[in-house]
């Protein structure tokens, strides 16, 4: 098992700990994180939803990849471990809506968002 899987899997549990998911997110989470399709109830490949929060002059800010079948849970988990996201991305982009399109097929880019005042670019996309 790779130290970055690790390192996920121990940011998880310390969630659940601190009551900030409850223990059914925290199995959903590591069953993503481990690949486990049949506790994921997906037999095919798994799709991510990706945020990509980049300067400008293309340096990254934030990103984020969420298992597409646990975008609730998922975004969550981002939220409390990267205030950028908060910060940043959902003042340009409703989330509730993208989780919406992404739950109705959507697929590819959904949000393309350049902000010339804070000098960011926001794409988020299904892959």
Do not use: C
């Amino acid at each position: 098992m790779s130290e970055d899987i690790t390192d996920e899997r121990m940011q998880i549990l310390e969630m659940v700990e601190e009551g900030k998911i409850n223990t059914k997110e925290g199995l959903e989470l590591l069953d993503a994180l481990e690949g486990n399709p049949e506790k994921n109830d997906s037999k095919k490949k798994a799709k991510w939803l990706r945020i990509r929060v980049r300067t400008m002059d293309d340096n990254p800010k934030v990103t984020v990849n969420i298992p597409l079948a646990l975008v609730d849970v998922g975004l969550k988990l981002a939220r409390k471990f990267d205030p950028k996201l908060d910060e940043e991305v959902l003042n340009q982009v409703d989330l509730d809506e993208i989780v919406e399109a992404v739950k109705n097929g959507a697929h590819g880019e959904i949000v393309d968002v350049d902000d010339e005042e804070n000098q960011t670019k926001v794409k988020v996309y299904v892959e």
